[in-house]
């Protein structure tokens, strides 16, 4: 049968319809010679019966180049709503597929523009299989993903959004009919803030409860690109499966540009310099709500030593060094009171590891707009603040308050292993 490939100079190809019997053969008599296994994705959308589709890949080489040059990489015609087509390289790949009768518009050049509901994304491995179950009502394409845990997750995430994609249809719809009208968008506005709402607070609630999935990287590069201070500070809360997968790629690449900007260098230094400034001076007071309820103001404490620990449950350096913080709470009672400050957390999630760390001994409060935290210019954690009777402050660094609180206690020096 005749075959379709879309080739680039990396030799890279998207192979549609099937593949020859002759390559068949080679893999069953040479099984020992090494061959790319190829991924496959089918499936149908309802909706769409003889539609093209444009197909665009994206993955990138061990050395961070990208292996698909344009961003269409292939088109091919729908059977009866119908499609199936190959990839055969080696790398993880990202996969749009776009109906060229949609909404999302397509330039000469390749370069399409569409909102997220306009087109069909998927991630492949190698020699994974992939169907789709789509349904395309004229404002969105709904779909369902099977055969992978990632695919299928990112395809819960994406069912969810669904039904406010809709609804923001219907309220640019509205919008550029007043605008057309000259009439006042208000209404249109209201609309569209009642849509956007939701779909904001579920892709936050996902990437907050998934800070160590594969997916959460691509959707904080997605939706966080233009804010600069979101995409750093997610850097110290996402775990390393996330940031060791494939989809983590621009996510790191962007870190890496906004890391290393000038703007972002001067901000990081202003807040540490500010951080360090603390010392010696009255400590800023604040009020907080504890794990039970009632109010804290940490003027009320006055009188004896303070810990202030700035910590989250997403933070796994927060919590490998909790048992040494409860070790020494313990060791130091008389002379200590500890202030745990979970930060950019959920209060469940909070509430959760408290008790699985038992850390009840501790105050425990919950910075919930993370005010405390900007009070005090924290920008990493775990962070420490040591607070003298007198109410004076003492930066620290990490574990170097074990050994501080044993010089200013005299007990022997007890090294964190």
């Known amino acids: 049968m005749k075959t379709i490939n879309a080739s680039n100079e990396n030799g890279a190809r998207v192979i549609f319809k099937s593949i020859l019997l002759f390559s068949l053969l080679l893999l069953f008599l040479f099984p020992i010679k090494s061959f790319a296994a190829n991924s496959i994705v089918s499936g149908r959308i309802k909706g769409l019966t003889n539609d093209t589709l444009f197909i665009s890949l994206s993955a990138f080489d061990s050395n961070g180049k990208a292996v698909y040059e344009s961003l269409i990489s292939d088109t091919l015609v729908m059977k009866e709503g119908w499609f199936s087509f190959e990839i055969e390289n080696d790398y993880f790949t990202s996969v749009n597929i776009i109906p060229a009768g949609g909404t999302a518009k397509i330039s000469r ?138 989809l983590a790629f621009e996510y790191k690449r962007y870190l890496n540009y906004a890391q290393n900007s000038d703007k972002y260098k001067r901000e990081a230094k202003i807040k540490e310099d500010a951080f360090r400034a603390l010392n010696g001076k009255t400590a800023p007071d604040f009020s907080l ?80 707009d993370n005010s405390v935290s900007k009070q005090y210019n924290i920008t990493e954690y775990p962070t420490y603040v040591l607070i003298t009777p007198e109410g004076t402050a003492e930066p620290i660094d990490g574990y170097d308050i074990f050994k501080r609180l044993d010089q200013i206690f005299g007990k022997e020096v007890v090294e964190f292993l």
């Open 109 to 246: 050049s390749g370069i399409f523009s569409a909102y997220l509901s306009d087109f069909i994304e998927l991630f492949v491995d190698k020699g994974e299989k992939i169907t789709v179950d789509a349904n395309y009502d004229g404002k969105v394409i709904q779909y369902t993903l099977k055969g992978s845990p990632l695919v299928e997750m990112y395809s819960d995430y994406r069912n969810q959004l669904f039904e406010y994609q809709r609804k923001r249809f219907d309220a640019l719809k509205e919008i550029a009919k007043l605008r057309e009208a000259k009439e006042p968008i208000i209404e249109g506005q209201s609309m569209l803030k009642a849509a956007m709402d939701p779909i904001r607070r579920i892709t936050s609630d996902f990437i907050e409860n998934n800070l160590n999935s594969p997916i959460t990287p691509h959707l904080i590069y997605t939706n966080y690109y233009n804010d600069t201070e979101a995409i750093v500070a997610y850097s110290i809360k996402l775990g390393r499966e996330a940031l060791e997968s494939p």
């Open 289 to 368: 709500r504890t794990i039970d309820g009632k109010e804290l103001r940490l003027s009320s404490l006055k009188g004896r030593y303070l810990v202030l620990k700035f910590w989250g449950s997403w933070c796994g350096w927060c919590l490998e060094s909790m048992p040494k913080l409860l070790e020494y709470h313990q060791k130091y009672r008389n002379n200590i009171v500890v202030v745990a400050i979970a930060c950019s957390d959920k209060e469940d999630k909070w509430r959760n590891t408290v008790s699985k760390f038992k850390m009840e001994e501790f105050i425990n409060v919950f910075d919930i």
